[in-house]
C-alpha cells in the first residue's frame, strides 16, 4: 500500500540554524500539506501546496517558513532561522485529486524537530 | 468558524468492555468529519470518514462513529477494546469551500485499555 515517507524522523539543531524537512507524499497526489503538533497541544495545519503553489497558509506560516517540490516527487518545509518555539513533531500529508473536503489525506510517521 | 471539541483527554477502559470516544463540532454547513488515530511513535491513520452518504460510518479495526445533526456529535465507539487500541484518538473536521480542504483537528482523547 503507498504510503507518505518523512524524513528524518529526529532533527536536533541549534537555534538561528536552517532545517530543511524532507516527505515524499504518494505518487499521483496532486494536494501537499504540512502540519505541526507542539508537545501536548493539538495538530495545527501550516501550508497547503497545489499545482506548484501555495493554496493556503496559517498565520503560523510566517516569512520564516517556506515549501518546495523541487523535482517532482519530494515536498519540503524549510525553517530559515529556527526558534526555540518551532520545536514539534512535523506531519507531511498528501492527498489525490479534486474531491473535495470528504477526501482522505494520508499522513506521514512525522519528523521531531528539536531546537536548542 | 468550524471546530470540534473532545470532550475528555483520557478515557480509560478494560479490554473487552465498550469504548465511546466522544466529539462535537461547529460548523454553519454540513461538515466532512473524520476520526484518526496515532499509536505511539507512528503516524496519524485514518479510522473513518463521515461524507454525508449514512450517518452510521464503519471503519478499520471495529470502530465506528455516528453523525447526530440534532446533537451536533461525532461520537466514536467500538463494542469490545482490546489492547492494541490504546492510542491517541483524533477527530477533525475538514471546513466546506475552500479549494485546499484542511483539516482541523480536536486535542485529542488518549485512550488506555486495562488488561
Known amino acids: 500500500e503507498p504510503e507518505v515517507t518523512q524524513t528524518p524522523s529526529h532533527q536536533v539543531t541549534q537555534m538561528g540554524q536552517e532545517v530543511i524537512l524532507r516527505c515524499v507524499p504518494i505518487?499521483?497526489?496532486?494536494?501537499f500539506y504540512w502540519y505541526r503538533q507542539i508537545l501536548g497541544q493539538k495538530v495545527e495545519f501550516l501550508v497547503s501546496?497545489?499545482?506548484?503553489?501555495?493554496?493556503?497558509k496559517s498565520e503560523i506560516f510566517d516569512d520564516q517558513f517556506s515549501v518546495e517540490r523541487p523535482d517532482g516527487s519530494n515536498f519540503t518545509l524549510k525553517i530559515r532561522s529556527t526558534k526555540l518555539e518551532d520545536s514539534a513533531m512535523y506531519f507531511c500529508?498528501?492527498?489525490?485529486?479534486?474531491?473535495?473536503?470528504?477526501?482522505?489525506?494520508?499522513f506521514g510517521p512525522g519528523t521531531r524537530l528539536l531546537v536548542l | 468558524a468550524q471546530s470540534v471539541t473532545q470532550l475528555d483527554s483520557h478515557v480509560s477502559v478494560s479490554e473487552g468492555t465498550p469504548v465511546l470516544l466522544r466529539c462535537n463540532y461547529s460548523?454553519?454547513?454540513?461538515?466532512?468529519l473524520f476520526w484518526y488515530v496515532q499509536h505511539p511513535n507512528k503516524g496519524l491513520q485514518l479510522l473513518l470518514k463521515?461524507?454525508?452518504?449514512?450517518?452510521l460510518v464503519k471503519g478499520i479495526n471495529g470502530f465506528e462513529a455516528e453523525f447526530k445533526k440534532s446533537e451536533t456529535s461525532f461520537h466514536l465507539t467500538k463494542p469490545s477494546a482490546h489492547m492494541s487500541d490504546a492510542a491517541e484518538y483524533f477527530c477533525?473536521?475538514?471546513?466546506?469551500?475552500?479549494?485546499?480542504?484542511?483539516?482541523?483537528f480536536g486535542t485529542g482523547t488518549l485512550l488506555a485499555v486495562q488488561p
Open positions: 500529508a498528501s492527498r489525490g485529486g479534486d474531491r473535495g473536503p470528504q477526501e482522505t489525506q494520508y
Open positions: 505518487s499521483n497526489h496532486l494536494y
Open positions: 501546496f497545489y499545482n506548484n503553489e501555495i493554496s493556503e
Open positions: 460548523s454553519s454547513y454540513s461538515p466532512s
Open positions: 463521515y461524507t454525508s452518504a449514512a450517518t
Open positions: 477533525v473536521v475538514s471546513p466546506y469551500g475552500g479549494a485546499t480542504n484542511k483539516l482541523i
